[in-house]
């Protein structure tokens, strides 16, 4: 079952094209190497920022995408 979720884009690799997220409600939860829709601009991924993530499994952080982003 897929689980969106709220986090904040703590860096953004846009050679590979993947994020370090901290999940919502988590100080000490960060997901390493979430992959990120391409359909985004790399220019709005930047520190800070609000994404939007699904988690097809939530044991494995590259089987989720970053798919939206907003201030």
Known sequence: M??????TLKAFDNV???AT???AGSLAQWLRGVPVSRSM???EM???RKVA??????TNP????VFAVWT
């Open 2 to 7: 897929t689980d969106v979720r709220q986090g």
């Open 16 to 18: 590979n094209w993947l």
């Open 21 to 23: 997220v901290q999940v």
């Open 41 to 43: 601009a790399a220019a």
């Open 46 to 48: 930047t520190a800070g």
């Open 53 to 58: 993530l699904a988690l097809f499994d939530a």
């Open 62 to 65: 590259a089987d989720a995408v």
